[in-house]
């Protein structure tokens, strides 16, 4: 029974991995008859699949506004619970800025800078203190429309930290730092100004 419910953990984790951004976009079209994304709200299940790790649940949720031709901000909100050893709750507050070279929409290659804090939060018996991480971000990465509904999105990152407090001596469990790198699926719906 144990194994079974560890295999079907995994395939979980698996699958989450595969599939780990949902959008939702808006494309108007320009004066060239080429579709131009604005916006993409996507749930990120990064933090999802740390919350499993750690027999928890969570999700992240990222906004991407384009701002000029080739410049976007996206903030990022993510909440985490998980039930290891205590009980451990996160909060994660992002901001980047990502720039696109070769494309004035929200696609092709992109370069990001930005920053982020980490808040983590122990219920248990014993006095913890919080601990409170602010780290520097930077990604790179190129998104490009596979289906009319479907984007895919390889990336690769760092997340670096320049205040960091360890207050816990696991607290590295529950945070993601260092290189990164993943590839996410997109889904979006398109409205189109006629």
């Known amino acids: 029974m144990m194994k079974n419910s560890a295999l079907l953990k995994n ?3 698996v699958i989450l991995f595969s599939v780990n951004t949902f959008v939702f976009a808006k494309d108007v079209e320009t004066k060239s008859e080429t579709n131009d994304l604005k916006y ?3 749930f ?3 933090i999802s699949m740390t919350a499993l790790k750690n027999y928890g649940w969570g999700l ?4 991407e506004r384009k701002l000029t031709e ?3 901000i996206k903030p990022g909100f993510g909440h985490m619970t998980c039930f290891s050893d205590i009980t451990v709750t996160t909060v994660n507050l992002k901001l980047l800025s990502h720039y696109y070279p070769l494309s004035n929409g929200l696609d092709k290659l992109y370069t990001g800078a930005g920053v982020g804090c980490d808040f983590v939060m122990y219920n248990n018996n014993t006095a ?3 601990d409170d991480n602010v780290s520097l971000l930077a990604i790179i990465g190129w998104k490009w429309k596979i289906l009319p509904h479907l984007m895919i999105d390889p990336s690769i990152g760092w997340k670096l930290y320049v205040h960091q407090t360890d207050n816990h001596k696991d607290v590295g469990k529950y945070l993601n730092d260092g290189f990164q790198w993943g590839v996410g699926l997109k889904l979006f719906f ?3 100004k006629k």
């Not at 992240?60 to 906004?63: A, E, I, S, T």
């Open 11 to 13: 395939l979980f984790c």
């Open 40 to 42: 993409i709200l996507s």
């Open 44 to 46: 990120d299940t990064d």
């Open 60 to 63: 992240g949720v990222n906004y």
């Open 70 to 72: 080739f410049l976007s």
């Open 128 to 130: 913890i203190p919080q």
């Open 190 to 192: 398109q409205n189109r």
